[in-house]
T-cell receptor
Framework: AQRVTQPEKLLSVFKGAPVELKCNYS??????LFWYVQYSRQRLQLLLR??SRESIKGFTADLNKGETSFHLKKPFAQEEDSAMYYC???????????FGSGTQLTVLP | KAGVTQTPRYLIKTRGQQVTLSCSPI?????VSWYQQTPGQGLQFLFE???????NKGNFPGRFSGRQFSNSRSEMNVSTLELGDSALYLC????????????FGPGTRLTVL
């Protein structure tokens, strides 16, 4: 069975500090990994996916198959980054997303 | 394009009742998935429909069911409501059979008293 673990429920950093949101997964095949974000009073939206290898809003995430991790990083956090972040996995055979429990990021002024 | 819409946005029911939630996907999207979001269990997959057929189903009891219409609009039904069914129910649509990004709706907040 596939599983996504986000070990931190809450994470606070100061504006301008680096931020890393951790995500580990368990899946025997080749997964697709995603980061979704939910800003206050807004709907869940895709932030980035490992396939595209792009940087969105300064965030990057690298898939490390050896460590089965997909940590989300940003070198300089901004106050507008405060939100709930979900790591998600989609397996090859099933089309549904398996979500982690989420990390609430707060960027302090 | 208009985003995914869900109706109603809020719903209050009592135990034992049944409820139907509606989801209108983005125009042209044929795949619709449903998720349940609760503080304790997080986001959990309920089921996915594509071209009026259920393709995948999560680990939920048979009280949870759904369907999709020819215009890709989808409904989910929960019968014999229990207190634990109180949750935010999210609908997501994606464009193709081997869909990429899922676009989420605002959700329907169901409260069971």
């Amino acid at each position: 069975a596939q599983r996504v673990t986000q070990p931190e429920k809450l994470l606070s950093v100061f504006k301008g500090a680096p931020v890393e949101l951790k995500c580990n997964y368990s899946y025997s095949g080749s997964p697709e990994l995603f980061w979704y974000v939910q800003y206050s009073r807004q709907r869940l939206q895709l932030l980035l996916r490992h396939i595209s290898r792009e940087s969105i809003k300064g965030f990057t995430a690298d898939l490390n198959k050896g460590e089965t991790s997909f940590h989300l990083k940003k070198p300089f956090a901004q106050e507008e980054d405060s939100a709930m972040y979900y790591c998600a996995l989609r397996s090859g055979s099933a089309r549904q997303l398996t979500f982690g429990s989420g990390t609430q990021l707060t960027v302090l002024p | 394009k208009a985003g995914v819409t869900q109706t109603p946005r809020y719903l209050i029911k009592t135990r034992g009742q049944q409820v139907t939630l509606s989801c209108s996907p983005i125009s042209g999207h044929r795949s619709v998935s449903w998720y349940q979001q609760t503080p304790g269990q997080g986001l959990q997959f309920l089921f996915e429909y594509f071209s009026e057929t259920q393709r995948n189903k999560g680990n939920f009891p048979g009280r949870f069911s759904g369907r999709q219409f020819s215009n890709s609009r989808s409904e989910m039904n929960v019968s014999t409501l229990e207190l634990g069914d109180s949750a935010l129910y999210l609908c997501a649509s994606s464009p193709a059979r081997e869909g990429n990004e899922q676009f989420f709706g605002p959700g329907t907040r169901l409260t069971v008293l």
